[in-house]
Structures are given as C-alpha cells and as structure tokens.
C-alpha cells in the first residue's frame, strides 16, 4: 500500500449490489477503494487470498474473469477481476505479493480457472504461487533464466535478455 497504512486511507462507501459483494467478505477487506453501482476496487489481506476467492466463487453469478499483476514499490499487485454477470457488476480484488519473497497463495486449487493466468505472472513478472498445481512455465522458452522476469520495471531489454539462439544456416538449393 505504498507505505500508507490501511487506517489511515479513506474507506470508500459500499453503495449497492457492489457493496453487498464487498461487506460479505467481511474483515478480509483491508480497505475498499472504489465502490460504485457496477464498479468496486477493494484491497484485501494478501493471507486470506484463498478464503476470499472461495467465497466469491461460491456466490450465484459470480464468474472469475482474469488476474493482472503490477509491478509496484513493494512487490507485485495481484488483481483479481470478479464479473457478476446477472448484475452487469465487475469486482477487482487488490493482493500484494510482498518483496522479497513476492508470494501468495495460489487460488487454482478451488478456482480452476486462475491455473493458466498464476502462471502468466509467475512467469512474466516473477509471483510465485504457494499450493499451485502446475508451476511449470507457459509462456517462457526453458532456456530462460531463471528469476529474470521480463514484465518487471528493473528488466532491461539490453543486459538481461538472454541471448537469442543461433540462426539455422539456410537450407541449400539444388541449383542446376
């Protein structure tokens, strides 16, 4: 929370269905950020990341849209996208993985759906997920080093991109 703590940021209103989803959540909220009639921003305590997705995926017309991550001061923002289709409402759940470690722990155990996308971030910005599954790579190449994220604000293109493999020599032509 970039060194601001919780207490001392304005708690945003709950209004509407958005509130509902937000208040059954209880005291995993840290601090809501935004909450409007079809929009809400919350940050929520990055230790109870699995308590809280159990719960919006239990709750009738929730859909787990994606997670994003962002590169921040201390660690990785884990945004967890929530639609609420029926209520045309989108719920974005705020998780810091903080440095050093930049861990949470994974949801894909109970919300299948974040498999791929926990990977996604592993790979490209570096969150590691406890309890995943599969952490095998996704989108990375194997020979990638390990613990060089290219997502991150500290990856430079010049002296941390591992070199590209060699070109195959072009297949010679019968010529006649």
């Not at 159990?54 to 787990?64: I, N, V, Y």
């Not at 849209?65 to 409402?89: C, K, M, N, S």
């Not at 974005?92 to 470690?101: E, Q």
């Not at 790579?137 to 390990?146: A, K, T, V």
Request: charged letters at 25%; hydrophobic letters at 45%.
């Amino acid at each position: 929370m970039s060194g601001v703590t919780a207490e001392s940021q304005i708690q945003a209103p709950l209004k509407g269905f958005v509130g509902e989803v937000l208040s059954a959540l209880g005291d995993a909220v840290v601090v809501v950020e935004q909450c409007d009639e079809r929009r809400g921003f919350a940050r929520i305590n990055p230790d109870r990341t699995v308590e809280v997705a159990k719960k919006l995926f239990a709750m009738a017309g929730a859909r787990f849209a994606t997670a994003t991550g962002l590169d921040v001061r201390d660690g990785i923002d884990v945004l967890y996208h929530w639609a609420f289709e029926p209520q045309g409402v989108i719920v974005t759940l705020k998780a810091l993985a903080a440095g050093p470690d930049i861990t949470l722990d994974s949801i894909a155990n109970d919300v299948p759906a974040a498999n791929w996308i926990e990977r996604e971030m592993h790979d490209l910005l570096g969150a590691n997920f406890r309890n995943h599954p599969d952490m095998r790579r996704l989108i990375l190449d194997d020979s990638w080093p390990e613990g060089v994220s290219p997502l991150r604000k500290d990856f430079d293109q010049l002296t941390d991109r591992p070199p590209l493999p060699p070109v195959p020599p072009a297949p010679e032509e019968d010529l006649p």
